[in-house]
């Protein structure tokens, strides 16, 4: 799968250059979240365990009486 995305990369370099320029421009702006937001891990095909670890945050964070 690599090597079929491998020519891509330097469009998908280009894009986010494209917006991190417009966000240091102020072109784009940020928007504030009413909730904290927590980010596991990255995009891959799987094995690398974030679900099981997705679950077991919801469990720790519903027992502290957290909700979404």
Known sequence: ???????????YAAAV??????YD????R??????PVVSIGNISIGGSGKTPLVIRL??????EGRRS
Do not use: C, D, G, V
């Open 58 to 63: 919801a469990e720790l964070l519903t027992a």
């Open 1 to 11: 799968m690599t090597r079929i995305l491998m020519p891509l990369n330097p469009l």
């Open 17 to 22: 250059a494209a917006k991190n320029f417009a």
């Open 30 to 35: 940020l928007r504030m979240l009413r909730w």
């Open 25 to 28: 421009h102020a072109w784009l």
